[in-house]
């Protein structure tokens, strides 16, 4: 199961009953004013940490879906290392600039963070070679931190 809610907790009983479960709570950002705006539905990152916790203690197997990670702002690094004595598993996925979102993703960055509009704008041009080097990144720490990972990364390429 993978949620964005910390109420995940109510269903531990639920969970125990079946042989093969998880639960992967997914964020992308644990600075709460950034994060309200990105994630409006969801609950806070505090909260979906002690979720995390709170299926540790109870033996249900867990997952951190760190996603989307977005370019200079997602600390997964970060992420990692405040969870991983009761997270099981991590995910990574990438930020992906679909026409659909992309006007929305540069209001955010105009709003909150213009010094990365041309970051961004050169991460998503044709010829960046940005998530490779960031899946590497992750790789190369995942693999040194003994810490078990899938990727989900999209390389797609946009024009920002």
């Not at 093969?20 to 309200?36: G, H, P, Q, W």
């Not at 969801?42 to 916790?53: D, T, W």
């Amino acid at each position: 199961m993978i949620t964005k809610s910390d109420l995940v907790v109510r269903d531990i009983d639920l969970f125990k009953q079946f042989k093969n479960c998880m639960v992967a709570l997914s964020f992308s950002i644990t600075d709460e004013k950034l994060r309200k705006q990105v994630e409006l539905l969801s609950s806070p990152a505090k909260q979906k940490i002690n979720s995390l916790k709170e299926l540790h203690k109870a033996k249900i197997p867990t997952a951190l879906f760190i996603s989307p990670i977005f370019p200079q702002i997602t600390d997964w690094v970060k992420m990692i290392n405040k969870t991983k004595s009761f997270v099981d598993e991590y995910w990574f996925e990438n930020l992906n600039l679909y026409p659909s979102i992309k006007g929305e993703i540069f209001n955010f960055l105009r709003k909150n963070k213009p010094e990365l509009i041309e970051k961004y704008k050169e991460i998503y041009s044709k010829n960046s070679n940005y998530w490779n080097i960031e899946e590497n990144k992750i790789i190369e720490f995942c693999k040194k931190n003994k810490v078990i990972y899938k990727i989900y990364f999209h390389h797609k390429r946009n024009d920002a």
